[in-house]
């Protein structure tokens, strides 16, 4: 999958952020993203205590859902593939504040994400 080659190569929490933020902001327009839990599709995407716990509200979802299965096979493929989108910028996140010592960002707000 390209983000995550693109995450893996990035050498800034920044960078990651935005590609994860421009994946779920792209997630609005696909009516399979209707089966992600609440406050998975917020933004903006604001590093790494805002991605674990959105890929933890994701995990326990997909966990409650494994005794009511869904018989939809496109709502489950975005869970996944989300699920693997938030599992790796966790761990990329997670190792560039390892290598960093400290991972500070700042705030986004959606004024960050306008066009000029």
């Known amino acids: 999958m390209q983000i995550i080659d ?3 190569s990035s050498n800034s929490a920044n960078e990651i ?3 994860v933020t421009n994946y ?3 997630l609005q327009f696909y009516a399979a993203a209707e089966h ?3 406050g998975i599709v ?3 995407v604001c590093g790494l205590n805002d991605v674990e716990q959105r890929y933890g509200r994701l995990c326990r979802a997909k966990l409650s859902d494994r005794a009511h299965p869904n018989d939809d096979a496109h709502g489950g493929e975005i ?3 989300t699920e693997e989108v938030l599992f790796e910028a966790m761990c990329c996140l997670r190792a560039l504040e390892t290598t960093a010592g400290t991972l500070v960002l700042p705030p986004l707000t959606t004024k960050s994400f306008r066009h000029a």
């Open 6 to 8: 693109a995450m893996r």
């Open 17 to 19: 952020c935005l590609l």
């Open 24 to 26: 779920v902001e792209s």
């Open 36 to 38: 992600l839990p609440a």
């Open 42 to 44: 917020t933004l903006p």
């Open 79 to 81: 869970v996944s593939e």
